[in-house]
């Protein structure tokens, strides 16, 4: 039964995998990855012997030593495609296809940070998977060189999840984020993992935005309305209101005219309940000049105008 397999060996004058090993017992020498001095035997089930490419079940017996870290890779001096199992010193394992050495089909990898399971090409994540990292985030979705790229959903532990498009690792897109309860958070648009562009935003206290963000805060023309009712509608500056706005209330009441940092600052228009209405000068959210009043026809007003 002793088979000689030199044609399937590479031309490296240190693989020792040409050394008449019979089928059931095929040695190979440690790739450069691992250590020189030690060498890993497989069990072969199957191996096409008139050509290079063969099919292999493989299961390790025992593990190359190293001393470095062993990064994402699992290469072998063998050609050809390769089904079965692998296992690093430090406790990585791999199980599934592999082609020339390397993942490369379906399969499952086991580290101590994160567990994959889908599709391969080369050493790399590529094509549809599902992730789980060390913090619990799940991700299941298409990926490209081992990043997050194309259509995918992640969850986080608190239940949180997010829908859309990736590029190349960042949430990028149209995207939707739900709470653990199925109640919408976010719908809009992504750039680079934040809120960029035109969205609505559903918050904890109740309040709704909707409007134009920018690298994830309020920044434009927008809406908010508050859970008593109050509805702004007007201009926004890294999240406050800024600009030319209008906040009305539910008893009637508005203000309409300038705003700074969240606060009315320059000319604006008060109207009471009963209607009457009032300019103002303001600073930073106090009134200083009462400038006129008007209910049913323009009249001076006093100072205590609201």
């Known amino acids: 039964m002793g088979q000689n397999y030199s044609e399937n060996c590479q031309a490296d004058p240190k693989a020792k995998c040409c050394d008449g090993g019979a089928i059931g017992e095929v040695k190979f020498h440690c790739p450069p990855q691992f250590s020189a001095s030690d060498e890993v035997v497989l069990e072969q089930s199957q191996v096409n012997k008139s050509s290079a490419v063969g099919l292999m079940e493989v299961s390790t017996e025992r593990t190359c030593a190293s001393e470095a870290d062993l990064g994402s890779t699992w290469r072998e001096h063998i050609l050809g495609y390769a089904k079965g199992r692998f296992r690093k010193p430090n406790g990585d394992r791999y199980e599934g296809e592999r082609l020339d050495g390397r993942a490369h089909g379906h399969g499952k990898l086991s580290t ?5 399971e889908g599709q391969w090409e080369n050493d790399y994540y590529h094509g549809r998977g599902v992730l789980h990292d060390a913090d619990g985030v799940r991700y299941e979705g298409d990926f490209w060189c081992s990043q997050k790229h194309g259509n995918g959903i992640q ?3 608190d239940g949180v999840s997010y829908e859309g498009l990736f590029d190349k690792g960042a949430k990028t897109g149209k995207a939707t984020f ?4 199925g109640s919408l958070m ?3 648009n992504m750039l680079d993992d934040k809120m960029h562009g035109q969205g609505e935003y559903n918050y904890d206290d109740g309040r709704i935005y909707s409007g134009l963000w920018q690298a994830g805060v309020a920044h434009g ?7 008593d009712g109050t509805e702004y509608v007007g201009g926004f500056v890294d999240g406050k209101r800024s600009g030319e706005g209008i906040v009305r209330y539910r008893d009637g009441r508005q203000y309409e005219g300038q705003w700074l940092g969240g606060k009315q600052h320059g000319k604006g228009t008060t109207v009471d309940s009963s209607g009457k209405k009032c300019e103002h000068q303001w600073l930073r ?7 006129h009043c008007s209910q049913v026809h323009p009249r001076v007003c006093t100072r205590d105008c609201l």
């Open 221 to 227: 023309k927008g809406v908010m309305i508050w859970s």
């Open 155 to 157: 969850t986080w532990p």
């Open 178 to 181: 739900k709470r653990e309860d």
């Open 186 to 188: 976010y719908k809009g």
């Open 285 to 291: 959210g106090t009134r200083e000049v009462t400038r």
């Open 112 to 116: 101590v940070s994160i567990n994959y």
